[in-house]
């Protein structure tokens, strides 16, 4: 199963950008589509974005439409989340998914800390 390590959380005012990474290692990153979802205090997680294998379809949460990104790079192993815009409410950890297009079993990263305040 897929090992995901996901970077480039930090702090950051209001109307900020941020680009997160989801480096992959023990699978071939064109055998998943991938995702992220983010929890922000006491929350349920939610989906933010998702992309398919081959980067031909990408999906994004109404409310970050315009400002969130997705991407990937197949032959680097690694998914992005260039954010843009940034408001306070987008705080939040932010997690990078995995489902394995063959089995559907999903990997999740360890989370990486999204803070928007002036």
């Known amino acids: 199963q897929v090992q995901l390590v996901e970077s480039g959380g930090g702090l950051v005012q209001p109307g900020g950008s941020l680009r997160l990474s989801c480096a992959a290692s023990?699978?071939?990153?064109?055998?998943?589509?991938m995702g992220w979802f983010r929890q922000a205090p006491g929350k349920v997680r939610e989906f933010v974005a998702a992309i398919s294998n081959n980067s031909d379809t990408t999906y994004v949460k109404d409310s970050v439409r315009g400002r969130f990104t997705i991407s990937r790079d197949n032959a680097k192993n690694t998914v992005y989340l260039q954010m843009d815009s940034l408001k306070p409410e987008d705080t939040a950890i932010y997690y990078c998914?995995?489902?394995?297009?063959?089995?559907?079993?999903?990997?999740w990263g360890q989370g990486t800390q999204v803070t928007v305040s002036s």
């Open positions: 998914n995995a489902q394995e297009i063959a089995t559907r079993l999903i990997s």
């Open positions: 023990g699978g071939t990153l064109s055998r998943y589509a």
